[in-house]
């Protein structure tokens, strides 16, 4: 297999990746018209055989161009998820949820990840391995043997499945970034999926029918994701991010960027997820101190005062966590006394096996509320047991002390600065958040994060990159 990012792509492996892009968006197409008519089922999954079919081709032939595609249009292949929601169901989704294209995706992606690194290995003698990789690995070799005394070992191999790819997205990753070069496309992958995510949530709004859920008394957007929480923790990542590497871009680059951000922070506070929105706050102000940027803590306070403001709704959602709610009451006080209720009622689950948890993906079908734990970190000790809890804590410390490494190292001035900065704000916004939600839940916004995560350890190893102005 060749790889795009350490050379001059071909011809031909540049003809197959625009193909491919441009099956993709026919799927798209032709998949919604059907989905208007009903036959979600009928007509997505042949288009989504046919397009890939094509991508293993590009996988198997162009890996970097397929890795890069994959970060590209992964945040709109939920689109056309066949399942429903699953919260507060105790449910999986059953053989459906098999059947998704993000699913089929996330196989195809494993397989192939897991050849070409076996390849690189092989030719290689080793890989590139950092102490944050050897952490993701434990998080999901955890997962694996807790699914083993899973009450349903399928169910908890699928959610083991998805948190593997995250795991094989970082691992390639930290192949591929050689260079500055390999560390820009794969960041301009990364936002032109924003680019697409915002398309689609802006285009949808002007038809007259915008994304979007209703929970309790609130209507949330939800862009090309099945879920409003998911778009909005999507966003947390990609505009604190942005915003570390902003001032190191020039020209269109940076007009550019300025523009996905304007537009990303007004739907963020459309998602009206308080976790995602807190988090974001939290990891902007980490990279307004590294910077040492009075502007942009004075941009945060103007912002903050004005989407109180501009939706009254977002003031009422944080009001809701002076509310009190009852296990199993009202879904729009979903408040912090709540989560803590709830946390306390299954604790206890673990008691059944300590040692490696009750399995993946199975407390909301052991509680009476039918939820996820709201709290990772909790999860991590009920699901996988005290190892999974020891391997979890590994991969946050890990990351922050990638982040730390990659500030350390970063020339000032120079775009491997606001890759590190980035980054800590990232790292800074996933352990707060993870502690009172099911980020580890949300794979799609975990590959960006890995991909964020590599570019840093890149910058950790020595990769110098210098400014674009």
Not at 15 to 34: E, M
Not at 197 to 223: D, Q
């Amino acid at each position: 297999m060749t790889v795009l990012v350490q050379g001059r792509p071909r011809p031909a492996g540049t003809a197959l990746t625009v193909t491919a892009a441009l099956l993709a968006a026919a799927t798209a197409v032709v998949a919604g018209l059907a989905m208007d008519g009903g036959q979600r089922l009928r007509v997505v999954l042949p288009l989504a055989v046919a397009a890939g079919v094509l991508v293993a081709v590009l996988a198997v032939t162009r890996f970097g161009a397929y890795v890069l595609l994959m970060l590209a249009v992964r945040s709109c292949v939920d689109l056309f998820k066949l399942s429903g929601p699953t919260a507060g169901t105790g449910g999986d989704g059953g053989s459906v949820r098999v059947l998704d294209p993000s699913t089929l995706v996330g196989v195809l992606f494993l397989v192939t990840a897991g050849l070409w690194l076996a390849a690189q290995a092989r030719a290689r003698g080793r890989l590139n391995s950092s102490p944050l990789g050897v952490a993701l690995l434990l998080v999901g070799a955890t997962g694996a043997v807790s699914a083993l005394g899973s009450a349903r070992p399928l169910s908890s191999a699928l959610d083991v499945l998805r948190v593997l790819t995250v795991v094989a997205m970082f691992l390639v990753l930290e192949q591929l970034l050689p260079d500055d070069r390999a560390v820009r496309r794969v960041l301009l992958a990364v936002y032109a999926s924003l680019a697409l995510a915002l398309g689609y949530t802006i285009v949808a709004s002007l038809l007259g029918s915008p994304p979007s859920e209703v929970k309790g008394s609130f209507v949330r957007i939800s862009g090309p994701f099945s879920q409003s929480t998911t778009f909005g923790r999507y966003l947390m990542f990609l505009v604190v991010f942005g915003f570390g590497v902003y001032r190191f871009l020039g020209g269109r680059a940076r007009v550019a960027l300025g523009a996905l951000l304007v537009v990303s922070l007004g739907f963020l506070v459309l998602t009206n997820t308080r976790g995602a929105i807190i988090g974001t706050a939290l990891g902007l102000l980490v990279v307004a101190l590294l910077h040492r940027s009075a502007r942009l803590l004075a941009v945060l306070c103007v912002a903050a005062v004005a989407a109180i403001a501009l939706v009254p709704a977002v003031g009422e959602r944080f009001a809701q966590l002076s509310a009190v709610r009852d296990v199993g009451g009202d879904p729009t006080g979903n408040t912090l006394a709540w989560r803590m209720a709830y946390w306390s009622e299954i604790v206890s689950l673990a008691n059944q096996n300590p040692v490696t948890g009750i399995g993946p993906n199975m407390t909301q079908r052991a509680t009476e509320e039918a939820k996820k734990p709201h709290n990772d970190i909790l999860r991590a000790y009920v699901e996988t047991g005290v190892l999974g809890l020891l391997a979890y804590l590994a991969m946050l410390l890990m990351c922050l002390h990638t982040a730390a490494l990659a500030l350390r190292r970063a020339p000032p001035g120079t775009l491997a600065r606001g890759i590190a900065v980035g980054f800590a704000g990232c790292a800074v916004a996933f352990v707060a958040v993870s502690a009172a939600s099911n980020v580890i839940s949300n794979v799609v916004t975990l590959w960006y994060f890995v991909a964020f995560a590599a570019a840093a350890s890149a910058v950790a190893r020595g990769v110098v990159l210098g400014s674009d102005r």
